[in-house]
């Protein structure tokens, strides 16, 4: 049986790279530590800006934007508010408390300069009916707030819960909370600040149980966890700098990825050295500085190459149109950039300090038994090299994820603001109160402008058109025009110049979920001919509020999904190509990884929205993930198919196979379980949203572990053969002698 070598260490530039990081290593280490302490010291803003992120959402030239600033510019004030107090009692409450309600919120309207950021305030006691949505009536009272919306959601948040403990603060007032999507956002920002520090510190002590477990030793997971420790106060600064700087807003929903996309990559790239580590020490010289840079002048380019592609595949969001992904795709390839410097200057550095000590307390022979192929992945590389076993396990697996990615089909999205908070917040109890009152939609109505020359005095028409719309299914009631009465017309909807008028919709859904997202949709593509059968003659219609907001973010999404396909795609393509040097072997690479990110995604939506009932996924989850585990997968067919073309290019493909894919196989496992363990930390945030990116992230990095790479790629290279290396003609560059004599020279005897 032909024996394996080691990793042969590269020559040129990686060598000398290689000794040059022996030589430096105190100082690398010690420029690093002065680094973290200068950033500790010197802080940027703090990575917040989500809370106000309005802007960080949706751009202000959308449609729904423009028609909101519209209606500000036709009649000088909102018909709807994005913060709501709440008061219920299910058993009723008091006529003196609504009536009070009501004149709190008059004497806030009647000052004169009213104290920001409050400007107004309208209270909707359900005494009155709204609608045939309508569910209870005498129990509950809404008072809309308007606030300056140059402040930020916090201060917004923080206003409105004044406003009701300076109005509201008697038992008998029955206040359950603040509702709706500034409040909602606010307390995004404020759950995923909060549990931060939790994420991280649940992070760091599942890779320290698996890497410690996975190598038996106590010193190699705290180099994985002080590294990614530095790597995590750089990336921070620097992201936060890079929003300042390009007045960007930072989504709340970043910090948590970026957290666990650094533990995640930087714990992997480790993984990687100490295996190179071990594999030298392996070979018996005893000699500390040769081992060290025998394995850091042969992983280094792996780990760089690797590195580079999930940088791009990261940074090929920035083609999206939507702001969201321009600012998240630049961050991660940042986050990916610092891991990548830290894991290929200061793990080198540590290792060439500690040597072979960094194994403690593991024995010598228990190093060289590190280095041993994996005996299982033997195993199935040697019944995947028959023809009949590689085309069964890639039909079966190809079927398998097939299976899993169908209801993919049926993927809806949603914004999910509130939904996605946990059910004890004050903001979720808070809308829950208003839908039992009112009707789901009610905490974020949703304004429709009408325009037209004299529209505005065609009372029957308006009327009309308000019906039609209320007729709508998936449409609790409208408040517009039928509650007009000329004789004491106050231009509340339809304005003076009777050019325009407006109507306040209520859907039967949240606001921001799935399926009011889509009645929404479809009662915009309709408006035109409702309008028309009433009889208005229309020069423009639009509509505003938060569920168009919504409905415009994910449109905007679904039209980014071509740009950040092709790039991706492309992307990932190129630089497989350049590392392989072929064109069929990626293809069908990146054929498998496309796969499996789509049965991952599959199952997220299966799980949540078929077996959890969530009302549709989060719109920015299953593009985020997609193109992370795209990068990921590339990340690892560097790391394992890599390293076959490495002894691909000394021996027949199929011994190639046998020797690389044992070899590496205990180090990309190891490294994919650490991967999945720091993605799946994202659940313990209280947000349906990481719960959902979580799993996606998790379950995505172990099917590409123990499906595409243990099964569908030792199929497809027995399969495809030579053919892989096209248009090579073939991967050896040498003779099998000189091959056999340099073996001989390089390989240690077998252990017994």
């Known amino acids: 049986m032909t024996t394996s070598s080691p990793p042969q260490p590269r020559g040129g530039v990686w060598a000398w790279y290689s000794r040059a990081a022996y030589r430096l290593r105190w100082v690398i280490v010690a420029t690093w530590v002065v680094l973290c302490g200068l950033v500790l010291a010197f802080p940027p803003p703090a990575l917040g800006g989500g809370e106000n992120a309005a802007e960080s959402l949706m751009s202000p030239d959308g449609e729904s934007v423009q028609t909101e600033l519209r209606e500000m510019e036709i009649f000088g004030f909102p018909l709807f508010s994005r913060t709501v107090v709440v008061q219920r009692d ?39 009916t709204f609608g045939a949505g309508q569910r209870e009536r005498g129990t509950t009272v809404l008072t809309y707030l308007f606030m300056d919306p140059r402040t930020t959601f916090g201060d917004q948040h923080t206003h409105s819960r004044q406003y009701a403990h300076a109005y509201l603060e008697r038992e008998e007032d029955h206040v359950i909370g603040v509702a709706g999507s500034v409040p909602a956002r606010a307390q995004q920002a404020y759950v995923v600040g ?25 010193v190699v997971p705290f180099l994985a966890l002080g590294a990614s420790g530095v790597a995590v106060i750089v990336t921070m600064w620097l992201v936060t700098a890079l929003a300042d700087v390009l007045g960007l807003s930072a989504p709340a929903e970043l910090q948590p990825v970026l957290v666990a996309l650094l533990l ?171 839908s039992d009152g009112f009707s789901p939609g009610i905490t974020s109505p949703t304004s429709i402008l009408v325009e037209g020359p004299g529209i505005g005095g065609n009372l029957d028409s308006l009327i009309a058109f308000q019906d039609a719309v209320a007729a709508r299914e998936g449409v609790a009631g409208v408040v517009g025009p039928a509650l007009s009465m000329p004789q004491f017309d106050t231009h509340v909807f339809t304005s003076r110049d009777e050019n325009a008028a407006r109507m306040l919709v209520v859907l039967d859904d949240s606001p921001l979920d799935g399926r009011a997202i889509e009645t929404l949709s479809a009662l915009q593509e309709d408006l035109p001919a409702l309008a028309a059968d009433a009889g208005l003659a229309t020069s423009r219609i639009g509509v505003g509020g938060d569920t168009a907001l919504a ?97 691909a290019r000394h021996r027949p493909l199929k011994e190639a ?72 003609t073939s991967l050896r560059v040498r003779s099998p002698a000189a091959d056999a004599d340099e073996v001989a020279a390089t390989v240690a005897p077998p252990t017994s």
């Open 657 to 728: 196979m046998a020797l690389a894919m044992p070899e590496s196989s205990k180090a990309i496992t190891t490294a994919g379980l650490a991967l999945a363990v720091s993605f799946g930390m994202l659940a313990t945030i209280p947000l349906t949203a990481f719960s959902e990116l979580a799993f996606a992230m998790s379950v995505g990095v172990l099917l590409d572990v123990f499906v595409v790479r243990t099964f569908m790629v030792p199929a497809l290279l027995t399969l495809v053969g030579q053919k892989s290396a096209w248009p090579r």
């Open 194 to 218: 909060e549990q931060i520090h939790m994420l991280e510190i649940l992070t760091l002590i599942a890779i320290f149980v698996l890497v410690g477990f996975a190598f038996r030793s106590v």
């Open 551 to 647: 409905a415009a973010i994910i449109d905007e999404t679904k039209a980014d999904l071509g740009r950040l396909a092709v790039a991706g795609i492309a992307v990932n393509l190129v630089i497989l190509i350049v590392f392989l040097r072929a064109l069929v072997a990626p293809l069908y690479l990146l054929a498998c990884n496309i796969l499996s990110v789509a049965a991952a995604l599959g199952l997220t939506t299966w799980l949540f929205t078929g077996v959890l009932g969530e009302d549709g996924i989060t719109f920015y989850v299953p593009f985020a993930a997609a193109v992370l585990l795209v990068a990921l997968g590339s990340d690892y067919n560097i790391f394992g198919v890599g390293r076959t073309w490495e002894e």
């Open 264 to 434: 995640g990559v930087v714990t992997d790239y480790t993984i990687f050295y100490v295996t190179g580590l071990s594999t030298a020490l392996g070979r018996g010289t005893g000699d500390r500085r040769e081992s060290v840079t025998s394995a850091v002048a042969t992983y280094t380019p792996i780990i760089v190459a690797a590195g580079v592609t999930v940088s791009a595949g990261t940074l090929s969001l920035v083609v999206a149109k939507s702001v969201f992904y321009r600012m998240f795709g630049p961050a991660m390839a940042v986050t990916i950039g610092v891991g990548l410097l830290v894991a290929i200057t200061l793990v080198p550095a540590i290792v060439a300090i500690l040597g072979s000590r960094i194994f403690f307390p593991r024995s010598t022979a228990g190093i060289a038994s590190m280095a041993e192929p994996s005996p299982w992945m033997g195993r199935v590389v040697e019944v995947l090299s028959r023809r009949g076993p590689a085309i069964a396990a890639l039909t079966v697996s190809a079927i398998a994820l097939a299976l899993a990615a169908l209801p993919l089909g049926g993927l809806v999205l949603k914004a999910g603001f509130t939904s996605s908070l946990p059910d004890d917040n004050t903001v979720k109890r808070a809308a829950v109160a208003a």
């Open 90 to 128: 299910p058993d009723g409450l008091s006529p003196y408390v609504q009536l009070e309600s009501v004149l709190d919120a008059i004497a806030v309207n009647q000052r004169e300069n009213p104290e920001p950021p409050l400007l107004g305030a309208l209270p909707m006691p359900n005494a009155v």
